[in-house]
């Protein structure tokens, strides 16, 4: 979830580009709505990348969709299952080689926001988030803020390595149910990127 609360940057030329390989191809998540991306500087149009591993880049701003890829090893390449209708899921199409066999997935558009005020349940948080706690990017699958306690934090070189300001936080037991994927507890920040 990563939802506009006040009046926000929107990018809509943007194309996520995710490392997949042929396994991939079951509905699989590549990166979640509010996940921290940059502009990938090897290719020659607007394509974004998450944080995954070291990566000292500048933050773009934050994805607006959960990016899936395609069914392409359970169902013919192109289909779509019925829940993907109507809802905001970006589903990366699968590309082929110089053979015609799937070798991954294609890059696919996607919404990228920034500056301006946001719910999301994506962050990750060492205890309990008040209003006005600093968060920067977790540099890990997921890509998501985090508090300046939490463990594999970067601080990356876009406006002093803060990224964003809890408005609206959440208790520490909130925040550890958020991040066990128990009970979802949206916090509301404003973005700086």
């Known amino acids: 979830m990563f939802i506009p609360r006040h009046p926000v940057v929107e990018n809509q030329f943007c194309q996520f580009y995710g490392q997949t390989t042929v396994s991939g191809g079951s509905g699989d998540v590549m990166a979640y709505a509010g996940s921290v991306c940059y502009l990938d500087d090897s290719q020659a149009d607007a394509t974004v990348k998450i944080y995954t591993a070291n990566e000292n880049k500048r933050a773009f701003g934050f994805l607006m969709q959960k990016v899936k890829t395609g069914y392409h090893s359970v169902h013919p390449a192109g289909f779509y299952m019925p829940g993907d209708l109507g809802s905001s ?19 696919a558009p996607v919404g990228v926001g ?7 349940i994506h962050y990750y948080g060492s205890g309990g988030l008040n ?11 997921m890509s998501e803020i985090c508090d300046s306690g939490a463990t594999n934090n970067t601080q990356t070189t876009a406006d002093g390595g803060i990224l964003a300001y809890v408005m609206k936080g959440a208790s520490a037991a909130q925040v550890t149910a958020n991040v066990a994927n128990t009970t979802l507890y949206p916090i509301r920040v404003k973005i700086l990127v």
């Open 89 to 107: 899921d970006v589903v990366a199409q699968p590309s082929y080689d110089s053979n015609g066999h799937i070798n991954g997935t294609k890059p």
């Open 114 to 120: 920034h500056l301006g005020i946001w719910d999301t």
């Open 131 to 141: 209003a006005g706690t600093a968060m920067y990017v977790r540099q890990s699958s």
